[in-house]
Structure formats: structure tokens, C-alpha cells
């Protein structure tokens, strides 16, 4: 028996790092993680919450009002906008801070991605984060780069280098045994290896890297707004330019009417001073009103640049325009006086009653625009992408990208690989056919020249390696197919790898994907002299066989042969089994290695198949998209009849799919059709065989120029291009580097499945989204209307800036986090997709939102109307007002939850505890902040008979909810045989 340290010397021809020596390295150097960059303090982030315009808009609001508090002694008001402020400012900055940190946890997954290593003589995995000084390190085709590192044996090996130099050409890489001399003999951290395979030596890990201290030096985040947020912006805009617009109407019309009755005794001399003082005002506050101008262009389509001293931040700034206010009232007030226009005296510019009710004036345009901004939307957001993504991830889809989370749920077309995503990626040699073998089994002592031949062919022509760690499996390390070669010989007793150091390698011709082989030049010791050996595509290497190995080393014509092994072939694929062709011939010492001109007039080898179970779930998932208005197409390197019995299998090629033209298309055939053929083509497409990395590529195009929404799988370098320009790009998290940084999600279990989920929660992101904004724009509609119309009907402040601030703030916050986390549910996939440009409120929104706030307008209106009937307003009639308003609020959540379904509201709550909870604590304060509210609140205690009228008068809102969803859901349920419907049909 073989003593260790011979084994190792059998294994591989690099020892590697012992365990000790790892622990040693690692204390010598470090473990090979890059420090992040240095994030803004929290204190800073919770400054630039004060940013928002609303939030100054309430500062200068408190200002005034605890001004004015000082005057006559109430101060309640003032203290409360600042508590409103300090808790609005506290929870956007909190769920800012918790949703950054999410996202933190799933960037830092990259540093457990698993890397081929030789530790001790034998291959293992281990992640990228446990990478020492001195590790061995297998590169691959595909794949990033780890770790600074010296080349030791290079493969045609080329690195793009892109990141660090901004060259996309590759750089060549050459080996050098000793220490490198320049850089063409390194590789760096996070370059990605584009052509060929090769060993490494760590020579540095983490922060001591190239791209380590290019890092310390230059770090830089950015901010992608997705489409989602761009609708988002242009909806706050939009309210924003409606709420300050009505706002300074109204107060326009509430100065006019009380000058017009009377109740603003204001003086000619008066006016004077207002007129001075609004201009300089409107000079001071410039930067919060006059963005809200440029939004109004913008809406309109006639965008206008910014005035240059308004791109200033900074505390310079804001003092500027306060500046040139402060000079122009100085300025307007002399010129006033001079010219007699104000009296000298400060005291008898503007009489003390008229300058109070401006000040009631101003203070209801603030509310108006209080109600009218929904301040709660943004957070919403927030919370509902960053509950979406750690739950997406729970379901194996690591999102890369936060668009995807929204476009996944959007797309109408995927196309999907085969391998790994359809089928386990289980590959294992079915069945051999070596005609030179005669049927006999190989034996490990290779005393037969063909015998020895093949295993070279398996052993020698490949870029796998085994992976052997006691107690635990063999696992193959690399592609696949080249994997179930080598342990179909381990099975069999025989080592690949002593067959491969016998068999020194000349040159290799890694897999290419256009040309379906892959060939390598060897000095075999089966001959004695140098071989080219070809595996790939069955008919691209039969193609270039003029012969063929029989038994006894007899070498024959093969074309009385050819028609035989093809209907062979045929007959495993159509069992769903992939078909891999072998071939080979003696080539001179003086070859020049170039592969194009040397691949032909083979000597034909033989055959295996391979086969790879479906996953079990896929048939289900492939149905689920069907009926979520989805259509599925297979985009493989195989055969039309291995990928055809596989589509038979997962449901989707079906009887009639048989004799239907364009159901399937070899790359060729759709290589060769013109631009409008092939999107013609596109859309009846079901499989595309035997495709190239550009036919995968132009079918994406085609299928996006017809107006779908595409999202493509793939695991290898040439997908990269496909997945890029996919609207979804789908890596397998078993693919290359270069496929996961080209995608948006990387699918962690390889499975079809996973697509399946992330669509549910894409889905369920958006319309979780939809319900919260139904919710908000009502409530907003709603007090927009009562705040507009009450001065009118004889009630100033129907609602004050404190009651808002609770509405818009602290209960729409809570509400968002109940919506935000409602869960996924699969009757969502019972839709066609929604247009990626449908605006975010739909026209059923629109309807519901209008309808439900003009009916709470007309009735608290009326409400208004009626308790003034004895000549008065009481500070009780008022809560019972504002307790109504927050109850039919409270009630309408409900609604929003149960937007887009027919099932009751209160279906399901046991999935969503944390709804239920919000929507006690919502309940519950409102009661506390009613009842112990006082001046703050402008409340009153109620009785408990006063809420249970309270409470019985407001159900209604639910309740007539409850029954028109039921009698719609009785409705459907009588008509079973409907198609999907369009998302914004199914809302109603």
C-alpha cells in the first residue's frame, strides 16, 4: 500500500499548504477580506433627514407657533410640531440605518463563495474569505480571481484586467517558477479569468492587494434608482407641486375673504409691511419653495436648470437666500418709511390682531401641505425592497442588483438553460460505446493500447479534478460533463490524475462554445509521441473523422460506420441523455498548435451518454408560469431531441407542439434568418438547440424589440452577454463569476423553482407597494379636502398640524411596515404580467382612491356642517371629528391589505402576525392619543359609549369591503375558466 506522502505525489503535482502551515500564514498575514469603506457617521445621517422640505417647512412652523405661544402663553402646539419632527426625523433615520445594514449582510455573501484550492496534496473548496499567503489556487475559465497571486502553470490562460487598468483587452498570462518579474507573471483580486485555466500562488490576501489598497484609497457608493423609484418621484413631485399650489391658494383666498368680512383688520399701513415682509419671506424660503417650481416645469414637460447659487449645499447655502431676504426687508422697510409709506415706529406697522390671524392663515396653508405630502411613501419603499430581498434570498435568490427585485416580477418571457436549472446537474456516464474495447469492461491496468487511449482522452483532455475529503463523497471540482468522465474512471478504479502527469501536456483548445469541442495535445503514453485528442458535440467531431478504432487496433473507413452510430446517438437523446463524441490522431513533433487547422481526418474513438435527472419541482414551476401569463423557452447547447424529451418531461412541449412550424429551431437555422423572420420566429420559439453564446444573445434583442420583458439563466462565460442585456439576468450560483457579475439574481440553489418564487415576490413587492399608496392617497385626499374646505365652512383648523403630523407620520409608518411585509402569495401568479410603463396607480387605484376620499370629505363636510348649528364649535364636537377621521382610516387599512385579492381582509392574518399587531397599536393609540392628547392634540377625553358609536358608525368602511369582495369572489368563482388577467384588471 502507497504511503501518504506517495499518494500525494499521485494526486497532484502541487502539495500545497498543510493545515499548520495555514493557521501560520494566516497570523502572518491575515484572512483575505477587504475592509469595508468607511460609512458616514449616524449622526450625520440623521442630520440629512432634516433635509426634506416638509420637515423645514414644520421647523420654521414651530418657530412661528412657539413665537406666538410666548405672546399668549400657549406653547403646547409648538412643543408638539417639535416632537413630531424629533419622532418623523427618528423613524426614517432608523429604518434608513436597519435597511442599509440588510443590505451589508448581502454584500458581504461574495466573501463565502467557494474557491478551488490544494491543501495538503488533495483539491478542495473552501471559501474565498479562508484564502491564505501561500494557497494553491485552480482558476478556471469564468472565473474571479480571488487573491493577488504568481502564475505556476498558465493554460492559454488570459485575465481581463479591465477593473484595475480600464483595458478590456486580456492580458496574457506566463508562468515563471521563481519570484515574477513583471506583471504579466501575476494575477490580482476581482480580474476575471476570460480565457483558459490555470494555478496560482497567493503571494497576497485581503486589504494587501492591488484592488485592496486601490480601495483604501478611493472608495465610492452609489445610489441606482430603480424604475420604480423614478414613478415614485415623479408621484411625490406631482403631490408636492398639488399641495403647495393649493396651499398658497388657499391662503391667498382666506387673506382676501378676511380682509373682504372683516376678520383681518388690516390698515393701508398694514398692507405695506405684509407686502414687504411676504416678498422678503419669499426671498428667505426660496430654497424650499422654488424647487417645488422647477417640478412643476419638469411635470409639464418644459424642464428648467437651476439657478447656479441653488446647487450650493451646505450651511452657505441656506444662508444666502436667508441673507438677501434679511437685506431686502431692511432695504423695502427704509424705502417705506422714507418715502412715508410705514410710520417710524416698529410698533404701528402691522396691528397685533392682523398679524395673529395671518399667522392662523399661514398655519393652515402648513397643514394643508402636511396632508397633502404623503411623508410615509419613501419609507414604504424602503421597507417593502428591503423585506423583499432578505426574503428573496430565504428563497435562494441572491439579488445583486435592486431593480430586479421589481422587474422579475414583470417579466413575460424566460429563457432558460438546460443543465443545472431544468435538471440536477447530476451527471453521470449512462452508457459507453468504444467500439476498440469490443464491450470489455476497463480494467485499471490499462495493458491494452485503446484502453489506455480513452483514459487519456477522459483523463488528459479536461479541466476537472476530483475533490476527495475523507468521510464525505467524491465531488467533481469544474464542468459537469468533464466531471462525470472522471468519476465514471474513478469508479472504476482507475486514477485520473496519475494518467494525466504521464501524459504531458502540450497545448489545450479549452471548450469552445460556437465550435462544440474541445481538444488538447499530449505526449501519450499509449504511443509514445504526441496526440491531439477531441471530445465535444458527436456530430461536430465525427464531422472531422475520416476513421475509426475497431478492436485489436484495427483502423477502418468509417463511413459504412457513421449512419449506425448516429441513429445510437439519437436514441439517447431522445431518452433526454446528453451525447458526448470522442476522436483523436498522431501529430508531429513540429506541430504549431494551431487547433483550427489541425482538427481533422480524426480517428473516431467512441461515445458516451450522460444523463441528469429533471428536478423534481420544475414540471410545477414550469406550469406556474404558464399560468402566470409567462412563457418559457429552452435555450441549450444540446441536441434538438435531448432538449425536446427533456421539455416533454417538465410539461412543456406538448403533443401538438409536434407538427407546429418554429416550435424548435437549431441556432443555425436561427442564425440564419434575417432580423423580422427571427422576431417572428421568437415569439413561437419553445427550444433553441445546439445555440451559440450570440444566438442566445440575439434572441433576447428580438424578444425586447417586440415589447417583452425577458429574463434569461445561465451559468457560463459565453451567457455573460445574454444575461447582460436581459431585462432579469439569472446566474447559477454553481456558474462562473463572470455569469454571476453579468446578472442581476443569482439563483444559490441552481433551480428553476427559485425563478418561480422570485417572480412571486416581485409581484407581490409592487402590489404591496400599490396598497399602501391606495391607503395613503386616501387619507391625503381626504384631509387635503377637509383642510381646503373647512376655513370655508366655518371651522378654521378641522384638522391642526399636530393631528396630521400623527396621521401622516407615526400611523402611515406603522401602516407601511404592515404592508411592506405582507407576504407573497401564489394567486398573484394567476396574472399576466403588468407593462413595465404602467403608472404605479392604476385606474382602479385612481377610482377607489378618488371615491373613498370624496365620500369621507362629503361626510366629515357634513359633519362640520352640522355641529355648528347652535352658533358654536366645541373642543369635543372636534375630537369626536378628528376620532372619526382616524377610524375610518383605521378601518380602510383593511382594505388596502386586501387590495388585489377577493379573499376577506382579514384572511390569512396568522402568516402576517406583525399586521395584526400594527393594527392594535395604531388602535390603541389613537384611543391614548385622544384621550390624554389635551392642547397638544386639540382633544378632549371621550366616553367609552362615545367610541363605540365611534366604532359602529365607521365599520361601514370594512364591512361593505367584506361584501363586495365576496360577492366578486362568487362571481369568478362561477366563471373557473378564465384566462389570467391583466394585474390592473384583477385590482378591481
Not at 486601490?214 to 420604480?228: F, G, K, M, V
Request: hydrophobic share 50%.
Amino acid at each position: 500500500m502507497a504511503s501518504p506522502e506517495e499518494k500525494v505525489s499521485q494526486t497532484t503535482p502541487f502539495h500545497g499548504l498543510t493545515l499548520a502551515q495555514v493557521e501560520a500564514s494566516r497570523q502572518a498575514h491575515g484572512s483575505n477580506i477587504l475592509t469595508p469603506p468607511k460609512r458616514e457617521p449616524w449622526w450625520k445621517l440623521y442630520l440629512e433627514k432634516f433635509e426634506d422640505p416638509v420637515i423645514r417647512i414644520l421647523i420654521i412652523a414651530a418657530v412661528i407657533t412657539i413665537a406666538v405661544g410666548i405672546v399668549d402663553g400657549h406653547y403646547a402646539e409648538g412643543i408638539g410640531i417639535v416632537i413630531a419632527i424629533l419622532l418623523s426625523t427618528s423613524l426614517a433615520f432608523f429604518n434608513e440605518y436597519r435597511a442599509r445594514r440588510e443590505f451589508d449582510v448581502l454584500n458581504q455573501a461574495s466573501d463565502d463563495l467557494l474557491i478551488n484550492v490544494i491543501r495538503e496534496g488533495a483539491y478542495l473548496t473552501v471559501p474565498r474569505r479562508d484564502l491564505v499567503v501561500g494557497d494553491i489556487v485552480l482558476l478556471e475559465e469564468g472565473q474571479e480571481v480571488p487573491a493577488d497571486g504568481v502564475v505556476r502553470e498558465a493554460v492559454q490562460m488570459q485575465i481581463n484586467e479591465a477593473l484595475l487598468t480600464g483595458e478590456s483587452i486580456p492580458v496574457v498570462k506566463t508562468v515563471t517558477k521563481g519570484v515574477p518579474d513583471h506583471d504579466d507573471e501575476r494575477v490580482f483580486r476581482s480580474t476575471l479569468v476570460a480565457v483558459g485555466r490555470g494555478v496560482v500562488e497567493i503571494e497576497a490576501v485581503g486589504d494587501s492587494t492591488k484592488i485592496g489598497e486601490i480601495a483604501r484609497s478611493a472608495t465610492e457608493e452609489t445610489d441606482e434608482q430603480t424604475p420604480l423609484n423614478v414613478q415614485l418621484e415623479r408621484l411625490s413631485k406631482l403631490i408636492g407641486v398639488v399641495g403647495f399650489t393649493v396651499a398658497l391658494i388657499t391662503y391667498i383666498a382666506l387673506v382676501v375673504r378676511g380682509a373682504a368680512v372683516g376678520d383681518l383688520a388690516a390698515r393701508g399701513d398694514d398692507w405695506v409691511f405684509i407686502g414687504i415682509l411676504s416678498i422678503s419671506a419669499l426671498v428667505a424660503l426660496s430654497r424650499i419653495w422654488l424647487p417645488i417650481v422647477y417640478d412643476a416645469f419638469e411635470l409639464v414637460g418644459r424642464p428648467r436648470e437651476q439657478m447656479a447659487w441653488m446647487e450650493q449645499g451646505g450651511l452657505i447655502g441656506w444662508l444666502k437666500p436667508v441673507g438677501a431676504g434679511i437685506a431686502l426687508f431692511i432695504v423695502g422697510m427704509l424705502a417705506a418709511i422714507l418715502l412715508g409709506g410705514l410710520p417710524s415706529q416698529p410698533a404701528d406697522w402691522l396691528a397685533a390682531e392682523a398679524g395673529i390671524q395671518l399667522l392662523r392663515y399661514f398655519m393652515v396653508a402648513v397643514t394643508i401641505i402636511v396632508v397633502a405630502v404623503p411623508e410615509g411613501l419613501p419609507m414604504s419603499v424602503t421597507l417593502s425592497l428591503a423585506y423583499s430581498m432578505r426574503r428573496m434570498t430565504a428563497t435562494n435568490n441572491l439579488v445583486r442588483r435592486m431593480p430586479a427585485t421589481e422587474t422579475v416580477g414583470a417579466a413575460t418571457v424566460i429563457c432558460s438553460d438546460k443543465t443545472g436549472t431544468l435538471t440536477l446537474n447530476q451527471m453521470r456516464v449512462a452508457e459507453t460505446s468504444f467500439p476498440s474495447l469490443d464491450e470489455e469492461p476497463l480494467t485499471n491496468a490499462l495493458d491494452i493500447q485503446a484502453a489506455r487511449l480513452i483514459v487519456e482522452s477522459f483523463a488528459a483532455n479536461t479541466t476537472a479534478n476530483l475533490s476527495r475529503v475523507p468521510g464525505q463523497p467524491v465531488k467533481p471540482l469544474g464542468d459537469g460533463t468533464e466531471g462525470a468522465l472522471l468519476l465514471w474512471l474513478d469508479e472504476r478504479g482507475l486514477e485520473y490524475s496519475g494518467v494525466r502527469s504521464s501524459t504531458t501536456m502540450l497545448a489545450q483548445k479549452p471548450f469552445d462554445a460556437d465550435l462544440k469541442y474541445m481538444a488538447t495535445v499530449g505526449m501519450s503514453a499509449a504511443f509514445d509521441a504526441p496526440v491531439l485528442y477531441v471530445k465535444g458535440a458527436p456530430e461536430i467531431v465525427m464531422a472531422q473523422c475520416d476513421s475509426i478504432l475497431l478492436d485489436e487496433g484495427v483502423i477502418a473507413p468509417i463511413d459504412e460506420y457513421r449512419i449506425g452510430i448516429e441513429e445510437q446517438l439519437l436514441a439517447y437523446q431522445k431518452r433526454g441523455m446528453r451525447t458526448l463524441g470522442f476522436a483523436y490522431r498522431l501529430v508531429g513533433a513540429a506541430l504549431d498548435f494551431d487547433f483550427d487547422a489541425q482538427v481533422h481526418h480524426l480517428i473516431w474513438l467512441g461515445y458516451v451518454a450522460i444523463s441528469d435527472p429533471v428536478r423534481p419541482e420544475v414540471p410545477a414551476a414550469v406550469r406556474a408560469c404558464r399560468d402566470a401569463g409567462i412563457k418559457v423557452k429552452i435555450v441549450t447547447g444540446d441536441t434538438a431531441e435531448t432538449a425536446k424529451e427533456i421539455a416533454r418531461q417538465i410539461n412543456l412541449w406538448e403533443t401538438t407542439d409536434d407538427g407546429r412550424p418554429g416550435a424548435l429551431l437549431s441556432g443555425a437555422e436561427f442564425a440564419a434568418m434575417d432580423d423580422e423572420a427571427a422576431r417572428a420566429a421568437a415569439k413561437e420559439l419553445k427550444i433553441l438547440s445546439r445555440a451559440r453564446p450570440h444566438d442566445k444573445m440575439r434572441l433576447v434583442t428580438l424578444l425586447q424589440s417586440a415589447g417583452e420583458v425577458v429574463a434569461v439563466t445561465g451559468d457560463g462565460t459565453n451567457d455573460a452577454p445574454a444575461l447582460n442585456y436581459a431585462n432579469v439576468g439569472l446566474a447559477m450560483g454553481s456558474g462562473t463569476d463572470i455569469a454571476k457579475e453579468a446578472s442581476d439574481i443569482v439563483l444559490l440553489d441552481d433551480s428553476f423553482g427559485s425563478i418561480v418564487n422570485a417572480v412571486m415576490w416581485g409581484r407581490s413587492l409592487y402590489q404591496n407597494i400599490q396598497r399602501f399608496i391606495l391607503f395613503q392617497l386616501t387619507i391625503n385626499v381626504a384631509a387635503l379636502g377637509l383642510a381646503l374646505l373647512g376655513p370655508f365652512l366655518g371651522v378654521e383648523f378641522p384638522l391642526t398640524v399636530i393631528q396630521m403630523l400623527w396621521v401622516n407620520l407615526i400611523m402611515d409608518t406603522f401602516a407601511s411596515l404592515a404592508l411592506a411585509t405582507e407576504p407573497a402569495t401564489p394567486d398573484v401568479l394567476h396574472r399576466e404580467p403588468r407593462k413595465p410603463g404602467d403608472f404605479i396607480i392604476s385606474v382602479p387605484m385612481a377610482r377607489r382612491i378618488m371615491g373613498l376620499g370624496v365620500a369621507f370629505i362629503v361626510t366629515l363636510g357634513t359633519f362640520l356642517v352640522f355641529i355648528q348649528q347652535d352658533g358654536a364649535v366645541t373642543d369635543y364636537e372636534l375630537t369626536i371629528f378628528y376620532a372619526t377621521f382616524v377610524m375610518l382610516q383605521f378601518w380602510n387599512l383593511f382594505n388596502a391589505r386586501a387590495f388585489g385579492r377577493n379573499a376577506s381582509a382579514l384572511a390569512g392574518l396568522n402568516r402576517n402576525r406583525l399586521f395584526g399587531i400594527i393594527a392594535i397599536a395604531i388602535f390603541i393609540g389613537t384611543i391614548l392619543i385622544i384621550q390624554v392628547g389635551g392642547d397638544i392634540f386639540r382633544t378632549v377625553p371621550l366616553s367609552l359609549t362615545d367610541w363605540l358609536l365611534i366604532i359602529t358608525i365607521t365599520s361601514p368602511v370594512l364591512i361593505l369591503g367584506e361584501v363586495f369582495r365576496y360577492v366578486r369572489g362568487v362571481i369568478e368563482r362561477r366563471q373557473p375558466n378564465q384566462p389570467p388577467q391583466r394585474a390592473e384588471v384583477a385590482s378591481l
